[in-house]
């Protein structure tokens, strides 16, 4: 299962793998993520305390977005505690202009603040 959801940003795309990702998750995750990269969406965050399974989901990962999709991804973050095999390299692969970190589970927060920085205010 792969959830999809868009932050409260409106600029950050959520993935939630917590189960076995199957194609048919993955074709889901497109219809959904094209209209939110329309209305400018441009981050990636990838998170789970859960699932391992993370060379799979790597093997699914391109028919997620199209490549003018990819090419809109500036940060993608990848937030757990589980192993991630291939996936920081097929990442790169497929965003390469977009920076990617990986963060463990406890430092979502971080991982947050790195995605959508917090902007200062300018009349302090």
Not at 62 to 91: C, F, N, W
Request: with cysteine; net charge negative; proline share 4%.
């Amino acid at each position: 299962m792969l959830k999809t959801s868009l932050h409260e940003s409106a600029t950050v795309v959520v993935l939630e793998p917590s189960a076995k990702v199957s194609k048919a998750n993955i074709t889901k995750s497109h219809k959904a993520i094209q209209p939110w990269l329309a209305d400018g969406a441009d981050t990636l965050l990838i998170i789970s305390n859960v699932y391992d399974d993370w060379d799979t989901l790597a093997a699914l990962f391109e028919p997620l977005m199209d490549e003018e999709s990819r090419d809109k991804i500036q940060s993608i973050a990848v937030v757990t505690d589980k192993p991630t095999g291939v996936l920081s390299a097929t990442l790169k692969g497929l965003y390469s202009n977009a920076k990617l970190f990986i963060y463990c589970y406890a430092e979502l927060d971080a991982a947050m603040q790195w995605l959508i920085p917090v902007q200062e205010d300018s009349a302090a």
